[in-house]
C-alpha cells in the first residue's frame, strides 16, 4: 500500500524567512496531495492541495510543487508569521475512492 | 456552518467503564473516519465508512468499535476502555475517501 514519508521532522525559522517540508509518496498512481496545517488545541486542517495533472499551486504564501517523476511534493511557506506556527501533515491518495494516508507531521516555529 | 461536531472535547474515565465519543457531520459527506493521535506517532486511523452501514477497520481498530446507521453520525465506541487508550481523537469527514477533509477539534480522552 501507499506510504508517505514527510522531512523534516521539526523546523525552526526565523519570522520573514521561508520554510519547506518536503514528502515522498511510495506508490506512483498516487494522484491526489493535500496538506494540513494542525494549531496547537485543533484539528488539523486543509490549507492547500495538489492533483497529478498540476505541478504547482499557489494560495497566497503557501505554494505546493509535485515532481511525479520523483514521487516527491513539498510545501513552501513564504514570509514566514508568527501564526504559521503550527505541526503540517503532507498525505496521498490513489483514486477518489482510496483513503489518503498521511505522512508524520512536521512542527514548524516561527521565532518572532 | 459547514463542520464536524465532536463531543464531549475532554473526557476522564475508569478503565472498563464503557463509552463513547459522538462525531456528526452537517456536509452530506459519504466518508468518515476516526484517528487517534500521540506524540511521535502522527495520525493513525482507527475505523473508517465509505457509507451508511459500510465500516471497515483502519490501522489501529483493537478495543474499539463504530456504526454507520445514517449518513451524519459516526461514533467511536470503546466497550472496555484501558490506559493504552489515552490519547487525542479526531473525527474526520469527506465527500470521498481520497478527497480533502474536514475534522473535528478533538476529543481528548484519559483512561485511569
Known amino acids: 500500500g501507499e506510504n508517505v514519508e514527510q522531512h523534516p521532522s521539526t523546523l525552526s525559522v526565523q519570522e520573514g524567512d521561508s520554510a519547506v517540508i518536503k514528502c515522498t509518496y511510495s506508490?506512483?498512481?498516487?494522484?491526489?496531495f493535500p496538506w494540513y496545517k494542525q494549531e496547537l488545541g485543533k484539528g488539523p486542517q486543509l490549507i492547500i492541495d495538489?492533483?497529478?495533472?498540476?505541478g504547482e499551486k499557489k494560495d497566497q504564501r503557501i505554494a505546493v510543487t509535485l515532481n511525479k517523476t520523483a514521487k516527491h511534493f513539498s510545501l513552501h511557506i513564504t514570509e514566514t508569521q508568527p501564526e504559521d506556527s503550527a505541526v503540517y501533515f503532507c498525505?496521498?491518495?490513489?483514486?477518489?475512492?482510496?483513503?489518503?494516508?498521511f505522512g508524520p507531521g512536521t512542527s514548524l516555529s516561527v521565532i518572532p | 456552518e459547514a463542520q464536524v461536531t465532536q463531543n464531549p472535547r475532554y473526557l476522564i474515565t475508569v478503565t472498563g467503564k464503557k463509552l463513547t465519543v459522538t462525531c456528526s457531520q452537517n456536509?452530506?459527506?459519504?466518508?468518515m473516519s476516526w484517528y487517534r493521535q500521540d506524540p511521535g506517532l502522527g495520525l493513525r486511523q482507527i475505523y473508517y465508512?465509505?457509507?451508511?452501514?459500510?465500516?471497515d477497520k483502519g490501522d489501529v481498530p483493537e478495543g474499539y468499535k463504530v456504526s454507520r446507521k445514517e449518513k451524519r453520525n459516526f461514533p467511536l465506541i470503546l466497550e472496555s476502555p484501558s490506559p493504552n487508550q489515552t490519547s487525542l481523537y479526531f473525527c474526520?469527514?469527506?465527500?470521498?475517501?481520497?478527497?480533502?477533509?474536514?475534522f473535528g477539534s478533538g476529543t481528548r480522552l484519559t483512561v485511569v
Open positions: 474526520a469527514s469527506s465527500l470521498w475517501a481520497g478527497n480533502g477533509y474536514t
Open positions: 506508490d506512483s498512481a498516487s494522484n491526489y
Open positions: 495538489i492533483r497529478s495533472n498540476v
Open positions: 498525505a496521498a491518495s490513489i483514486t477518489s475512492y482510496d483513503k489518503v494516508i
Open positions: 456536509m452530506n459527506h459519504e466518508y
Open positions: 465508512s465509505m457509507n451508511v452501514e459500510v465500516t
